[in-house]
């Protein structure tokens, strides 16, 4: 058994129903909604500033980069003086260095979201519940997994009855 997924009528009962699981001690909880809902990240716990810092280190390699390779090549592989200007004319490396700092830091961001997410993943445990098509039309679904330290099978389709779930599945793993 992979967990048990509860399907909600609204996004404001998933948020609501998010919260009180995070509340009830549960930390292996993810949901999933047709759309982004404001303040569920929160609700689960969600709050990684990982991708952030992976910008900020691709960004400063970019930089770090486009002028290195024009220092190096204007002062010591091809030293052409042009118009006077001197050898390491900074404000000339200016353009380069920005957009390999822009390129660089989209890219390790990319890079690092499908790391960071475990993608690509073709196939998930909740696609064997039948009523989670929905989730990219009008379903509103929280899904507890059994491998969470307080997950009990009777005690968690409980608690999540009684936060108002209109379904509570079993997810086969």
């Known amino acids: 058994m992979y967990g048990l997924m509860a399907e909600f009528e609204t996004a404001e009962q998933l948020v ?8 009830a001690g549960y930390r292996r ?39 290195g390779m024009q220092f190096w090549v ?7 003086n042009v118009g006077g200007r001197p050898l390491n004319s900074w404000p000339s490396f200016v353009p380069v260095t920005f957009e390999l700092a822009v390129l660089f830091s989209a890219l390790s961001m990319l890079v690092g979201l499908f790391i960071l997410n475990g993608h690509p993943e073709p196939y998930h445990p909740v696609f064997n519940v039948a009523s989670f098509g929905r ?34 599945s079993d997810v086969p793993g």
């Open 74 to 80: 204007h002062t010591t592989a091809l030293p052409i």
């Open 16 to 23: 609501v129903a998010s919260r009180r699981v995070a509340a």
């Open 135 to 168: 989730a990219t039309r009008d379903g509103f679904f929280l899904c507890v997994e059994a491998d969470d330290a307080l997950f009990d099978p009777q005690r968690t389709r409980e608690l999540l009855r009684g936060l108002g779930a209109t379904e509570v």
């Open 29 to 67: 909880i993810d949901a999933y909604s047709p759309f982004p809902i404001q303040g569920l990240g929160e609700a689960l716990g969600f709050r990684s500033n990982a991708i952030s810092k992976i910008g900020l280190t691709g960004g400063v390699v970019g930089a770090l980069t486009g002028y």
